[in-house]
């Protein structure tokens, strides 16, 4: 199950989102998206400070959800957010147009590649 506030925590304080809404979704309609009997979900959305998609976390409170192991960027299944933010650190990855980038996992293992917003001349 998504820890859902510490989920929050990580979106707000590192990347800068805010929680528009929160609400539970539960019933058949909910059961047919998630191809799962009693599905209870909370859908927390986060909007960033641009003005962009915003971000929905889950937090599944029936059935119970396994923690799906970290995959590799490699493999077949991962998927990644890529973000462009502000502040990258200095050792992260130089791209041949000057940007930054860095791959990190949020604290349910989401992958998130960070891209700098601007190009970096040094």
Not at 61 to 67: E, G, H, K, L
Request: charge should be negative.
């Amino acid at each position: 199950m998504l820890d859902a506030e510490r989920s929050i925590t990580f979106y707000r304080d590192h990347l800068g989102f805010d929680v528009a809404s929160s609400q539970i979704n539960t019933g058949q309609e909910q059961d047919r998206l998630d191809a799962l009997p009693d599905v209870t979900v909370e859908v927390i959305a986060l909007t960033p400070r641009q003005p962009t998609p915003h971000l929905e976390l889950l937090a599944y409170r029936s059935p119970t959800i396994r923690t799906a192991r970290r995959l590799r960027p490699q493999d077949v299944a991962a998927t990644r957010l890529v973000l462009a933010v502000d502040g990258l650190p200095a050792d992260a990855i130089r791209l041949s147009d000057g940007k930054r980038v860095v791959l990190i996992h949020d604290p349910d293992e989401h992958a998130l590649l960070l891209i700098s917003s601007a190009t970096s001349k040094a």
